[in-house]
């Protein structure tokens, strides 16, 4: 029994300690499952056998990796006409899930994109990376390299016919270009703005041609999907959603960090046993479940299991899985007002309420936060946070995530925001 | 078709267009930014959000945008859902936190879609207390104000200076609530159609800067339709007027022809109009050489004592139609001479032979955006027809629609469209002596002296004649593309004054009907009235005609100045005499010589007739009345006539139409109607807007009583703002577009029969010459001598869109613009002669040294000579020897009127 078979995406750096080089990755059966599936399966069978597994993407929406590898299936066939592109732009505040897996684990992303490409037919990839990854972009250039050599990339691997040849491109640094349409036109060398949907990417993606865009930890648990089957995938799970999840946690709590445990760990079990609680002193009063962009969780929602529909069901978006906590010392109103300047500066500029509406909230609430509020001031939160949220007003889905922090926190903690508008002062200051 | 309803009511609507143009087309109100009708959607603005219901027990619905909404047949939506508006007062509310609050003294006030749509929308007040942004703005060079507070970031300008016009210097720089639309320094905006951006731009950031100079709100100018002269496509224009003075022009649509867009030649180069050069005297040359003016009557007496003994009369391509027949009805069929260069008249009429063959189809710019292969053989269009080369632009992404057809991408969805096609084109082959500005659109370019474009011609055509065309050279690729594409265009023209050219490129539209292939084919005349012109039969060649002067013989010189049509030598010699009488509207090299001057009206100070490269006829009409003794050229020539007691004289324009329909071509009676056409049965078209407040004003240090308005007899139009403007009148009768809440010119949706479609009342002009029957008929191309390698130079004339055509180069903007005289010169050459760009070259035969341009597609042996800068004077020149001049300092293009003017 190793720590891979229950921890797929990082059991193998648990058990090495730190940095799983190539020889290690080796030694623990890596690239076994990529030289099965080309050799031993056609491209249909993995796309089945993920599809089964129900893995689900990791970026955040947890659409099923399977069908959307199926979109590009009955593409044209032309060698090297599609694209798989790896999206490693971590931007999402509080989420470093993605930069674990490729400093520590970059052979398992290189091994999945090889099985992912194979199921597509792509024999060009792209891994697009934060630009601030440096350790990162180290690492998996490295790794990549010693790929190369080995053969596990480059032409005829495992002496098959197919030929996958994998590049990394620095990010420039935009938020927006972890979206997916957005992402393809930085990468084709154009402003950072997402696409209009559709064409989707599996249609017309990269150059106009079918590209597939997946999340980094999504692409690393393909290996062991296709050696372990679906059936022991599905098994991983708690809930009705398969496999591990990273989890993460930061805020005031004893032992911050990330953990890979079984897609529908409690949340409660992750703040108290594997982040050892909080602090001393401080109260935890609300999470942003899955980063910056998801809608807060309350007291009631502590023993949810950590799964996409519980979460969703509870009004928020299990995002990215890595969690933001907000203890009793920390003024929703300034947290709110944070998160607003954040995403009011990561707008790519493109359609108007993002662009427009986004710096009118933030500037509403540093009024608010600093004593400036105004009677009306939160009713003319609500009215923006209604026109800029609502999925369809705006062009892509930006500002519907800047907007699902705000409303959850004018929801849950309107006394804090009519306080500040009140006395004319945020009580958590001190002085 | 499909039915859809919106707010309860049924329309008919196409399925698959958008929703905001069913809507607009429909014209209905609703307000939008970033969609334009020749652009179509990204969704950028969010300012067409409706309400879309899912079926009919949907009550509450969803927002949605209009612009990215495809019809379907039975759809529900609503415009008037509270929801829908209090959205769309939003997103005015979101645009206007940043928007300068400076109407008042904002160049598009009056005419700004951004205050059309605000007050649409209903938002009046600003809840938002925090600061505006500010920006610097940029030099943008003579043409375009830049004011980059006002930006609503709809993303207009780029998308159509880039993207629609192929321009490469203006860009959207930054992000987020900081986007910033320029150049990446000041500089001017290098693309030939920069104009546009004033009129695509919705708000007041991109403004006319020649019109800044001397500026009017939009309501008080007083305009009427009317064609531009710059060049002959004909394209249709609004010029406005006020204080006597042209103040602007503008784009007047037309479904065929220019759309919504015109060069900056056309919009920048009628300034010529208010020059101070301007003849406004009838004038008689003393003994001292000086005119004296004054005395109309004295000058019509001297001219009539100079022509009495028989004249010839040399019109002018310039000139409209009229003008030209009363000039001809003067002088008699076997006198007249059309004064254009016999080598470029046989051009014009081997063309027009061409058109007039069965199958051959003349295309409309409309109808060139839809070929899917186009040759353009020796005619550099960018520069000689610049708006043609706009619509070969959009031509090249026929492919692209099919792509996004066969993806299920709808072809309104601009950037799905784009992105999808990526740098997939349909086939556009160049082949022309130097690079042009369309090649970095083409599939191939080839260069070559005329000779060797001629060849290059021959060659296809035989390609397409063989049965076994291939495709293994450029010929035969262009040959088969040829053959196999569903809409194939070769386009050619006059510039290079070859008639093997047009010969080759009419053989290769014959041998495309062989092959049961569609053919058109598309002449580019030189001139605004080429066509017209040289469609009425004269007697005399220009050499003749000046060879006659010489000789002696009286003439009448009509809108020309001759040195910039032939040799100057020739034309020194004829006007050596003086025995000349010159009706024009600018003083010129020619007029100088003249015994008697009458100052000619422009087109924009009278009504008349142009026929373009399709031969449409189009008829422009006077917008405002000329200062002093400013008349139309017929009217002189009609006292002229009455004075020698010989030829026809004429009392108004429609007894000088009337006479002409008669002897020439009946259509022009139908082109537009006639001066007693009436909106109901009472109302002329006003030429001024129902705001314009000037006619108490204007005058009040004269006098404060209000000056009658000049009753107009030529036309249905008014010199006032009594009557009406109703949209769905004659298409030739539109004086400006307003609608009530529309105040831009977006509002000329309302005069379309559906958006970007016909106009309500149908597109303006008609074509002269449709296909007479006569079977195709190969020519027999005389294959020229190829270029000689003696150690001289071919010439080879180059046409450039600032700096060849006579009257814009009078407009002060375009001035600006003219380059220094250069030499263009092929790489080889260029190494040979140890020379590089910048330095200087003697050209055999010109005075002053000009400045080398190394090009990169021309042929050694030959050298580009602009045409119609003074320092490089109109020769008959064919050989030249070259030599390096060291001393050369390189001219910058400085003018000292322009930096007069700021």
Known sequence: MSLQDTKPLIGRVQEVGGLVTLSDYEAGGGYTAAQKGLKQMTPSEIIDLVREANLRGRGGAGFPTGVKWGFAKGEPQTPGYKYLVCNGDEMEPGTFKDRYLIEFNPHSLIEGM?????????????????????????????????????????????????????????????????????????????????????????????????????????????????????????????????????????????????????????????????????????????????????????????????????????????????????????????????????????????????????????????????????????????????????????????????????????????????????????????? | MATIHIDGKTYEAKAGENLLEAILSQHLDLPYFCWHPSMGSIGACRQCAIITYSDENDTRGRIGMACMTSVTDGMRVSVEAPLAKDFRSTVIEWLMENHPHDCPVCEEGGECHLQDMTVMTGHSMRRYTGTKRTWENQNLGPFIGHEMNRCITCYRCVRFYDEYAGGTDLAAFGSRGRMYFGRFEDGTLESEFAGNLVEVCPTGVFTDKPFAQSYTRKWDLQSAPSICVGCAVGCNVFPAERYGDLKR????????????????????????????????????????????????????????????????????????FENNFALRELVGAENFCTGIIEAELEVIKTALDVISRQGIVVPSLKQVEDADAILILGEDIANTAARTALSVRQAVRTKSFEMATDAHIPTWQDAGVRGHAKSEKSALFIATPATTRLDDIATQVTSGSVSELVAFGSSICTKIRSST???????????????????????????????????????????????????????????????????????????????????????????????????????????????????????????????VVFPAATYAEQTGTFVNYETRAQRFYQVFNPQDEIAPAWLWLSQLAET???????????????????????????????????????????????????????????????????????????????????????????????????????????????????????????????????????????????????????????????????????????????????????????????????????????????????????????????????????????????????????????????????
Not at chain 2, 253 to 279: A, P, W
Not at chain 2, 508 to 533: R, Y
Not at chain 2, 838 to 867: A, F, H, N, Y
Request: aromatic share 8%; with cysteine.
């Open chain 1, 114 to 431: 090889i099985l992912g490409a194979y199921a597509i037919g792509a024999e060009k990839a792209y891994v697009f990376l934060r630009g601030e990854y440096h350790e990162p972009n180290r690492q998996l250039a490295r790794a990549i390299a010693e790929a190369r050599e080995k053969n596990y990339l480059g032409r005829s691997i495992f002496g098959s016919d197919f030929n996958l040849d994998l590049r990394i491109h620095l990010s420039g640094g935009r938020y927006i270009c972890g979206e997916e349409t957005a992402l393809l036109n930085a990468l084709e060398g154009k402003r950072g703005q997402p696409r209009y949907k559709p064409p989707f990417p599996p249609a017309s993606g990269a150059w106009g041609r079918p590209t597939i865009v997946n999340n980094v930890e999504t692409l690393c648990n393909v290996p062991a999907i296709i050696q372990n089957g679906a059936q022991w995938y599905q098994d991983l799970g708690l809930t009705e959603d398969a496999g591990t999840k990273i989890y993460g946690i930061s805020g005031r709590v004893n032992k911050p960090g990330l953990w890979e445990l079984p897609m529908g760990t409690p949340i409660r079990e992750l703040v108290d046993d594997h982040a050892g609680g909080m602090r001393d002193g401080y109260k935890l009063r609300g999470i942003l479940p899955g980063g910056a962009s998801t809608d807060y969780l309350v007291e009631e929602h502590f023993d949810l299991p950590m799964d996409y529909k519980t979460i969703q069901d509870a009004g928020s978006r299990m995002g990215t899985g890595t969690m933001i906590l907000m203890d009793d010392s920390i003024c929703p109103v300034d947290m709110a007002r944070n998160l607003q300047h954040f995403f009011a500066q990561e707008s790519c500029g493109f359609c108007t309420p993002c662009r427009e509406g986004l710096p009118w909230v933030e500037e509403l609430l540093a009024d608010i936060e600093n004593g400036n509020g105004k009677d009306g001031d939160l009713e003319l939160l609500d009215q923006n946070a209604l026109y800029i949220g609502a999925p369809g007003n705006t062009f892509c889905l930006h500002a519907t995530g800047a907007i699902e922090p705000l409303q959850s926190a004018l929801k849950y903690f309107r006394d804090d925001f009519e306080h500040h508008i009140k006395h004319k002062s945020c009580p958590y200051r001190k002085s």
């Open chain 2, 249 to 320: 022009i503008t784009n007047r649509y037309h479904g065929e022809l220019n759309g919504y867009f015109l060069c900056d030649r056309g919009r920048f180069g009628s300034h010529f109009v208010n020059h101070e050069k301007r003849i406004k005297h009838a004038g008689v040359r003393t003994r001292s050489g000086d005119y004296e003016f004054g005395d109309v009557s004295n000058a019509i007496k001297v001219a009539g004592a100079t022509l009495r003994d028989g004249a010839i009369g040399i019109g002018s391509p310039r000139a409209s």
């Open chain 2, 469 to 595: 065309a291939s495709s293994d050279d450029f010929a035969g690729r262009v040959a088969s593309t040829l053959r196999t594409a569903k809409a194939p265009l070769i386009i050619t023209g006059s510039s290079l004054q070859s008639i093997e050219l047009v010969q080759v490129a009419a053989n290769i539209c014959f041998a495309l009907q062989e092959h049961d292939q569609p053919s058109s084919f598309l002449f580019v005349p030189a001139e605004v009235n080429s066509v017209g012109v040289s469609l009425l039969e004269g007697g005399l060649s220009l050499s003749t005609a000046l060879q006659r002067m010489e000789e002696g013989k009286a003439a009448v010189v009509l809108e020309n100045d001759l040195y910039f049509r032939a040799p100057a030598e020739s034309v020194d010699s004829a006007l050596g005499p003086g025995n000349f009488v010159v009706l024009d509207t600018l003083e010129n090299r020619t007029a100088e010589h003249a015994s």
């Open chain 2, 644 to 902: 020698l007691g010989t030829g026809a004289t004429w009392e108004s324009y429609a007894s000088v139409l009337d006479q002409c329909a008669e002897h020439t071509y009946s259509q022009l009676r139908e082109i537009a109607p006639s001066s007693d056409y009436r909106i109901g049965t009472t109302s002329r078209i006003p030429r001024q807007s129902h705001r314009y407040s000037g006619r108490t004003a204007m005058n009040a240090q004269v006098n404060i009583h209000e000056p009658k308005a000049k009753v107009d007899t030529d036309t249905p139009f008014s010199y006032s703002m009594e009557g009406q403007n109703p949209g769905d009148q004659n298409g030739a009768t539109i004086p400006y577009v307003w609608s009530p809440g529309w105040n831009s010119n977006q509002s000329v949706f309302k005069f379309q029969q559906e958006v970007a479609g016909k106009l309500a009342g149908g597109d303006p002009g008609l074509r002269l010459i449709e296909s007479n029957g006569a079977q195709l008929q190969y020519f027999d191309v005389e294959t020229p001598e190829l270029s000689r390698r003696d150690g001289s130079f071919e010439v080879i004339p180059l046409h450039l869109v600032f700096g060849s055509d006579e009257m814009s180069n009078q407009s002060w903007p375009i001035r600006a613009r003219v380059p220094a005289p250069f030499v263009l010169l092929s790489q080889q050459d260029a190494t040979n002669l140890g020379v590089k760009s910048g330095m200087g070259l003697k050209v055999e035969g010109i005075t002053e040294s000009l400045e080398v341009q190394v090009d990169s597609r021309l042929p050694s042996g030959v050298i580009g000579l602009p045409q119609g800068l003074a320092e490089i004077p109109q020769r008959e020149i064919d050989r030249v020897h070259l030599s390096v001049d060291q001393e050369f300092v390189v001219r910058t293009n400085v003018n000292p009127e322009v930096i007069a003017k700021g």
